[in-house]
Structures are given as C-alpha cells and as structure tokens.
C-alpha cells in the first residue's frame, strides 16, 4: 500500500494546526487527561505520526516509558528531529513497525493510545484485537478519531468545510490535494460511534465508552482491559 503520508510529512503538523483551528492539541492533552497516567506505566502510541500525543505524554508525564510505533518512515522522521530539537529523544522509542501485526508481546502495556490513525488501518478491527492483545490487565485503550457532529446544523456546516474547503485548503498548505482528499473521504465513512463501541465491546474491552470533543468533531473513545 503506498504511504499517503509520505508527501506530507513535512507540513503535516503545520497543515494539523490550521485545518483544525488549532483545537487538536487541546484534544490530545485531553487524551492524556483522561489517560491519567502513573509515572511507573508503559504506554504505545500506535500510528505515532510525527510524535505529538507521545510528545504530550512525555511532557505532562515524564517518568512514563513510552514507545511511538508508525509504519511511514518520513513521518518517524519528522517526529525523530521534534524530539532531539526539544531534548526529549531519551524518553520517546521510535519504532517503525505495522499497527496490525505488533511485535510485542501479550500484555505489555498498560495503555495503548491512537490519535487520528485507526482511521487510517486498512482493517481496523484487527488494529483494535492487536491493542488488546498488547495490553496489560487492567490497561486502558484511548482512540482519538474525527467524527462528524451530532447535532444536525453542526453536520451541515461541518459537511460543507469537510467536503468543499478541507481539500483545497489542506492541498495549498501541503503540495498534495489527494491527501486531504483522502481525509475528506475516510472521515465520511467512517462508522458512527455506536458501531465502534460495539466493536471494541465485541474484542473484550470493558468498560468502553466515548466523549465528544469541540461539538463532536473529534471523538474520544476508550476501553479497558479487564484483569484476569
Ligand atoms: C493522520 S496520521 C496521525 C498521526 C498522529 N497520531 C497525530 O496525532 O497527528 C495517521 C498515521 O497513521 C500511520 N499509519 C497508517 N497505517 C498504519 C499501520 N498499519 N501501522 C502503523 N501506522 C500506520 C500513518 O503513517 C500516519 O503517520
């Protein structure tokens, strides 16, 4: 599968600030909120990207052991350069690796982060079933997704940005329409919430459940891993 990341990898945090209003580093400090992590845990941030959840934990949580796994290279990159500009490559591991098929072994982690990549995997309930399997007992599970609003003007307005300025706007800030098309189009389509619920309930989570974020434009999702 060609990596649609590759083109942009260069702009994508820029392209990120403005195409979201600048909320979606609010949203990730809310993931890490809500995470509430404990200075002794491991955390995965799966589909790391160019770091910045992982960067958010490391700074709101810096005895946390964290490992940041992509499977674009030109992204891990640019996440690499962020941590040594801000001295913090001794507290972030970098992996390239396939969020569908995880090295690790059962039980490793004791969270298992996502922003804005199940999205992307090209079969996600094998990417859900992989996080599951990598948590520890009693590990927590949190997706961060873009999700269309539910209130319906809301959807109507944010239909409109989505489908007739998203792309064009994401083109000019990046060099490549087709990526932002691509955004455009994986948004649409993906499930309603019920349905995500449904499926981590299926996989074993519990408790699950989900929050919207700036009037539903973002969700955040989580599931917990029951002990044994
Ligand atoms: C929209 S970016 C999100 C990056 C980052 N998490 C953020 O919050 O900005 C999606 C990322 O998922 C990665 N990705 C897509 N498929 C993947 C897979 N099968 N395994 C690991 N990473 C994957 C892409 O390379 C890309 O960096």
Redesign the pocket.
Known sequence: MP?L?APIAAR?DFA?HILSGYR?RAW?RWVVKRAAPKPDECLL??????G??ALEFARLCPELEIVG????LP?LQVAREKLIRLGLENKITLQQ????HLSFDDSSFDLVT????VR???DRLQ?LREIYRVLKPNGRAFI?EFSLPQSLLLRSLYLVYLRYFLPNIGGILTGSRASYAYLRDSIDAFPARAQILCELHELGFRPVGYEDLTGGIATLYWGGKASC
């Open positions: 990596d990341f994508y990120n979606d990730r941030d799966l589909c790391t990207g160019t910045d959840l796994l992509d499977i674009s992204m690796g396939d969020a569908l996502v922003a804005f990549g992307n995997l090209p990417g961060l």
